[in-house]
């Protein structure tokens, strides 16, 4: 059964004037809907579950800001805390209280020692690299295909031709000068990291990966290869860098880390932060060991700063977010999470379209390829016009998702059984409309 058309006069609207002011529309490429088609939406206010666009429809977010929103939109503490912060100023330029605090915070909950804060995720990995290189005095960097760390120039970089040899440029703007220091190795390949470091070990500076990649869906990292890059980079002099900007505080209370690593006993050399640590508001960080935080400016010679960089309204709305960040707050999430993977798999089996639902912790993604994914190789397999197909049938019947196959699935506590049950009532009409493609 066909919904009836649902309003989009006003965004549509909306979109033509930010088309003429700003490129594409949008302030962050994926928001635009070129994967998927169309007009996005633009929206007005969210709260808990849902967010209503400029038209006035509701929708069910599946999308959570990006992951950033572990507890749903407007959670009145948080909101409470951010307005209480603003009412005593916005920015100071000087070290404030919420920033000690926030950093205890995050230190109490993670294998790191000391933390830098910064306002993006992208700041923090250039800014892990570079301390990686100052630390290490070497320069060559390796990551994982599929893997997106933000727009940091060396690692906006594709694989050269062949395992040990440096990468190409990911996009015009980035000088090759860039990325020649750059190694781009197949995800899970532990044979691929072998070949590097055989190659070249005495030269890297670090690997950097996500945690579990969500850049590309989600991908869990096969048992044991996050420790046997651990491991390598230990026995190599090199830096473990674990990113979980989008793992962080959401796969699980302690993180992707809390599901290996505390499990296996290793740990990242540093680890970089984001999304759910600024509870919905411009947060970033990245931490480590103590002798390695050490050696930056003013403590030692490796420079990096920022003006806005723990910022007191996003670290108070952090503090709030990862306060209230329980163990039924994840028990939540997890069970959420649980119940819309097996349905979307369910609907998807019951119309016969290929898909592949994986999870770690309470991220999950669901593929729409038949083949379990373990790479970028195995994510690119997939249908993304059957994508496109449900996405938009998804939206018409009032749940927003991510509008590209390529991402991870975000809820939040807030999301109770009314949002759960609007999921469940759309998903067979989607996974008919992918079938049709
Ligand atoms: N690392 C990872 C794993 C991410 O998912 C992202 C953002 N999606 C980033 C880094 C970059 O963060 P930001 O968009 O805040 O720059």
């Not at 373990?374 to 049938?393: E, G, I």
Request: proline letters at 6%.
């Amino acid at each position: 059964m066909t919904p009836p058309p649902r309003p989009t006069e006003r965004s549509e609207a909306l979109f033509a004037r930010a088309q003429a002011v700003t490129p594409g529309g949008v302030n962050s490429p994926v928001r635009a809907f070129n994967a998927v088609g169309g007009t996005p939406r633009f929206i007005r206010s969210g709260r808990g579950a849902w967010l209503t666009d400029v038209d006035g429809n509701e929708y069910v977010d599946l999308v959570c800001s990006w992951g950033a929103l572990l507890l749903g939109h407007a959670h009145p503490e948080v909101q409470e805390a951010i307005a209480a912060a603003v009412a005593r100023g916005t920015s100071y330029g000087t070290p404030t209280e919420p920033e000690v605090e926030l950093a205890e915070e995050i230190v109490g909950r993670t294998p790191i020692e000391r933390v830098r804060f910064v306002s993006s995720g992208t700041e923090a990995t250039m800014s892990a690299i570079r301390l990686a290189r100052g630390f290490t005095g070497r320069d060559v960097v390796v990551k994982f295909a599929g893997c997106y760390h933000g727009h940091v120039d060396s690692l906006l970089a594709a694989a050269g031709s062949g395992v040990a040899t440096f990468a190409i440029p990911g996009t015009p703007g980035v000088p090759a000068s860039s990325t020649e220091l750059t190694i781009v190795l197949p995800y899970n390949d532990r044979a691929a990291v072998d070949e590097v470091f055989a190659a070249h070990g005495d030269r890297i500076a670090c690997v950097i990966t996500e945690a579990a990649p969500g850049n590309m869906g989600v991908v869990p990292p096969l048992p044991g290869f996050n420790a046997h890059l651990a491991e390598t980079c230990a026995a190599h002099g090199a830096l473990f860098i674990s990113d979980e900007v989008m793992t962080g505080f959401r796969a699980g209370k302690l993180g992707q880390w809390g599901l290996d690593g505390a499990v296996e006993g290793w740990r990242p050399d540093l680890m970089t932060f984001g999304k759910v640590m600024g509870g919905g508001l411009p947060a970033a960080a990245f931490g480590g060991r103590a002798d390695v935080m050490g050696h930056l400016a003013p403590e030692g010679p490796v420079y990096q700063a920022g003006t806005l960089s723990g910022n007191p309204v996003a670290t108070t709305a952090g503090l709030a977010t990862l306060r209230l960040a329980t163990d039924e707050v994840y028990e939540r999430i997890s069970l959420v999470a649980e119940t819309l993977g097996t349905a979307a798999g369910k609907a998807l089996a019951d119309a016969g379209v290929p898909h592949v639902v994986q999870a770690t912790g309470t991220m999950f993604s669901v593929f729409f390829t038949g083949e379990t994914v373990t790479d970028f190789a195995a994510a690119s397999t997939q249908d993304t016009a059957a994508y496109a197909a449900f996405f938009h049938a998804m939206l018409d019947r009032g749940v927003h998702l991510p509008p590209s196959a390529y991402e991870a699935w975000f809820v939040s506590s807030a999301h109770d059984d009314a949002a759960v049950e609007a999921v469940l009532e759309a998903l067979p009409y989607a996974a008919h409309a992918a079938a049709e493609v």
